[in-house]
């Protein structure tokens, strides 16, 4: 049986069915589609308007799988970093949940959430990356895969999705690396994770570019405008990590996008002192497909 992924972006949700390797379909809905096609009512849930556009692609394309994992952008998500002392593994569901409240603006009674450690022996240190979901926001995307008859095998991240790209890639840097997640021709969101021996240390989403910025008749950011805003926003992020980990330096960026603007980024992260290196996705799937 096929293996079926559907990302949930900002502006489009991408369907890809695998075999092993290699994507047997890959299908893009842009969500403007969506809120003009049958159900343009805004009393219409979001999710009884998804769940027709997703049954037509799955007819078109004859995929009939029962399973499916589902990637959502940081918008849906709560993701949090922070550090604890190290404790008994008992005592570890109980700490983190208290912790947590420091960092978020609602109860953790109303996420579903899980949560992960990497563990510094030396400085006798927790590393907690916390991630959750609203109840009503998780049972939102569960009734799109109810009114098809599926069964969602996994909710994740879009970011740490893209980070098996780095396997696949055979990246197994030990040291801290920072990796750049942008399509630049249809997104409006950047991710930025840090990764230390595969752990993300830290991430942030960043808002691309507002509606309001955009010229009329683009449908996605202007490149111009674009890259210099990648380059503002990933300054920003290097120096608040720098802040947060200060004896855990970045050696090198990692960025998975499109490869046209290979040459600019490059020159720009030599400028600020690092490496760089482009992950080239067509090598790591064993065929040539459009960048998403």
Known sequence: MNSLGIYFGPSVISIVESKGRQPVNNIRIPRSAISKGEFSDDKV??????????????????????????????????????????LQRQELYNAVNFEVKKYIPFKVEDLVSDFQLFTDKPARKNYVLFVGIKK??????????????????????????????????????KD?????????????????????????????????????????????????????RLKREIRVSLDYYDRT?????????????????????????????????????NKCIGKPVAFS
């Open 245 to 281: 980990f200060p004896l855990k330096n970045i050696g090198k960026v990692f960025f998975v996008m499109d490869r046209d603007y290979r040459l600019d980024l490059e020159n720009f992260i030599k400028e600020i002192g690092l490496g760089s290196q482009f992950i080239n996705i």
């Open 45 to 86: 849930p979001e999710e009884i308007k998804i769940a027709p556009y997703l049954k037509d692609e799955f007819k078109k394309n004859k995929i009939d799988n029962q399973e499916v994992v589902v990637s959502l952008s940081g918008r849906d998500l709560i993701i949090r970093n922070f550090e604890m002392p190290m």
């Open 176 to 228: 801290p690396i920072a990796v750049v997640n942008i399509d630049l021709i249809e997104e409006d969101e950047i991710n930025f994770v840090v990764l230390k021996d595969g752990f993300p240390l830290f991430s942030r989403d960043i808002p691309f570019i507002s509606d309001s910025q955009r010229q009329p008749g683009t449908s996605g950011p202007q490149q111009g405008l674009a890259i210099e």
């Open 136 to 173: 009503e926001t998780l049972d939102k995307y569960l009734s799109i895969f109810q009114q098809l008859g599926m069964k969602v095998s996994a909710v994740e991240y879009s970011a740490f999705s893209a980070l098996r790209l780095l396997s696949l890639a055979s990246v197994k840097e």
